[in-house]
């Protein structure tokens, strides 16, 4: 086998200016955030002389409400997270492994849905919230996520790139559909899982738009419609460095999951791309 090929000099150098371009944004919004208010105030570009300060995020956590907007975001996350993954695989299963009238129109339709924005279907989906009483509570923070036709199409061709035989063999051997589905075909779904629930996750944790229609109560808040609300009403009050370290807040948990489950998430898009 033939020894790999190093990269060229030249686009080493173009990948690394890139990413340093790339993180330079975040190390600025990181420097502020240990900036004092007033400093910055009079001059940003104080950033890069010292003294520095972790009096922004000491605020932070004297806002009593940054916990349970905190909460909120894990649950609502972790809850759509396994809501996804047990409905694409589900659904993926139906489609790939059943035979029922109008199977193949359904899926169309479903494939449909990944053209359909958001944005489209919100007044709709708020009217029906309302009439059911149910927005500021996790249910109507979570449902809605739960359909996810990109899940879907994703398991579905998962399930399908298994081959049927192992299926038939297991049937001779008397195992029934759901057996075959638990305890054979699901552990070999187990990259476009991975890849699903990382994705379905930061998803989740960075959802906007849909908490702040639904979410009125500020108990009922998630972080980053939290954090957005005190921005727009002390803004001015606690200064650039407070809001930059609110940013650093809201995006370390996502950090923590990326550094924790890396290997994991390489070996999922791996495994999507190879299929």
Known sequence: MSALRRPPPLAVVAVVALAVLMLVPMLWVLILSFKD???????TASAFVPPYTFANYRNIMGEGQVFTWLMNSVIVSLAMTAGVLIVSSLAGYGFARLEFPGRKIL???????????????IIGRHQIFSALSMHNS?????????SMPFGVFLMTQYFRAIPVEIDEAAMLDGASRFRIFWRI?????????????????FQAWNDYWWPLISATDGQMYTLTVG?????????????????????????LPTLIVYLIFQKY?????AGAAGQ
């Open 138 to 146: 996790y249910t109507a923070l979570v449902v809605p996520g739960l």
């Open 185 to 201: 075909l699901l552990p070999l779904t187990i990259p476009a899982q991975a890849t699903l629930g990382i994705f379905t996750f």
């Open 37 to 43: 208010n007033t400093a910055l105030l009079a001059d």
């Open 107 to 121: 899926f169309v339709v479903v494939l449909f849905g990944l053209a359909i924005p958001e944005q489209a279907v």
């Open 227 to 251: 954090i957005a609300a005190t921005q727009v009403n002390f803004a001015q009050a606690e200064g650039l460095g407070f809001l930059m370290a609110q940013a650093v807040f809201a995006g």
């Open 265 to 269: 998430i390489v070996r999922a898009v």
